[in-house]
């Protein structure tokens, strides 16, 4: 059977450096299966944030040679074996143990948006087309890679101002629904700092949901920012005859 | 049963706790097991490959005694109403 050398990051908050295991190497292996065998043969007390092996859960997290990923959808076939495979846990938050990082932050920036509000005595149809255009945003598992591989996040460290790609999608889902009635752009633009964000692509990219954060979130909610704050004639019109949302 | 690291999101350190409880646990499944003689979902046996109705009216109970686990058997009770017109549409359907 062909091994594989994995070096794992061990350590805590205070710091560490990565561990070299060697793993035999099965067919169809993941690389959260390899972390499993370390735990079982060699570190029973290697700290990993899993629980479905069968990326829905958005546990499982790591940057694996580098790359932000669910090391659950990691494939060792996929990887080479002739050196280390490295595995370290999200740079972009602090480690609590191992591989194990505290995402605390998420969940705060999650309680400033405000959730879906429709109006009162809502009529609950709505066209298929409107639906297919949010469904998208709804596949988040919420396993936080956008956010560990955003540069605003993991190089500039702009917690306070920016919310993230993550919530992005969410406020998208929400501002695009069909039934939804508040206007979330304040919000984007003065405490989710979305002006920030310089749409490099990086959180579509390491997306293991396939969601197109920056084409279909970011840059949409961009365009209802420039048009509620920025662009001269809407603002003049709205004077005349109002927004039609209201604003939060 | 000895564990390495500090207790800190440690779960090698989780194992070692639940080790005791999950023989307990483990022998209990079995036990019952052996005593069901029939096939029920994922209760399968190859020496008795069948559903047994009889086994269907019935829970096998486990208690611990000075001297070990004893089984025993206790009537299903008796299911809500709402469950069972749920029941009876499905043996309809």
Redesign the interface.
């Known amino acids: 059977m062909p091994e594989a050398v994995l070096a794992v990051f061990r350590g805590?908050a205070e710091g560490g450096a990565p561990v070299e295991y060697r793993v035999p190497v099965a067919p169809g292996m993941v690389v959260l299966d390899a972390l499993h065998y370390i735990?079982g043969h060699f570190?029973?007390?290697?700290?990993?944030r899993w629980n479905c092996k069968a990326g829905r859960c958005g546990s499982c997290s790591a940057e694996v040679n580098g790359r932000p990923r669910l090391t659950c959808k990691a494939r060792m076939d996929s990887l080479p074996l002739d050196r280390p495979i490295s595995v370290f846990p999200m740079r972009a938050f602090p480690v609590?143990?191992?591989l194990?990082t505290d995402v605390a932050w998420n969940y705060e920036v999650n309680r400033k948006i405000p959730p879906f509000t429709p109006r009162p005595g809502t009529d609950w149809k709505m066209s298929q087309a409107d639906i297919d255009r949010v469904q998208e945003f709804r596949r988040c598992i919420e396993c936080f890679l956008c956010q560990d591989v955003c540069h605003v996040l993991r190089d500039h460290g702009k917690t306070a101002q920016f919310g993230g790609p993550r919530f992005f999608v969410r406020i998208a889902g929400l501002e695009m629904h069909p039934l939804d009635s508040v206007s979330r752009t304040g919000i984007l633009k003065q405490e989710l700092g979305i002006g920030l964000c310089n749409i490099t692509k990086c959180c579509t990219e390491v997306c293991p949901e396939d969601i197109r954060i920056t084409d279909n979130a970011i840059i949409p909610l961009k365009e209802r920012v420039v048009d509620d704050y920025y662009d001269p004639i809407a603002r003049f019109l709205r004077k005349i005859f109002g927004s039609g949302k209201s604003e939060n | 049963v000895r564990?390495?690291?500090?207790r800190?999101?440690?779960?090698?350190?989780h194992?070692a706790r639940d080790l005791k409880s999950m023989l307990t646990v483990s022998e209990a499944v079995a036990r019952s097991a052996l005593a069901r003689k029939e096939s029920r979902g994922a209760h399968s046996r190859t020496d008795f490959p069948k559903t047994d109705p009889e086994w269907g009216r019935r829970n096998i109970v486990v208690a611990r005694m000075d001297d070990g686990m004893r089984l025993s058997d206790r009537p299903l009770p008796e299911p809500p109403a709402e469950l069972k017109a749920l029941l009876r549409e499905g043996e309809q359907a």
């Not at chain 1, 570190?43 to 990993?48: E, F, G, K, N, R």
């Not at chain 2, 800190?8 to 350190?13: D, E």
């Open positions: 805590m735990q570190a029973p007390d290697l700290a990993v609590i143990r191992d194990v | 564990v390495e690291g500090s800190l999101f440690n779960p090698g350190w194992l």
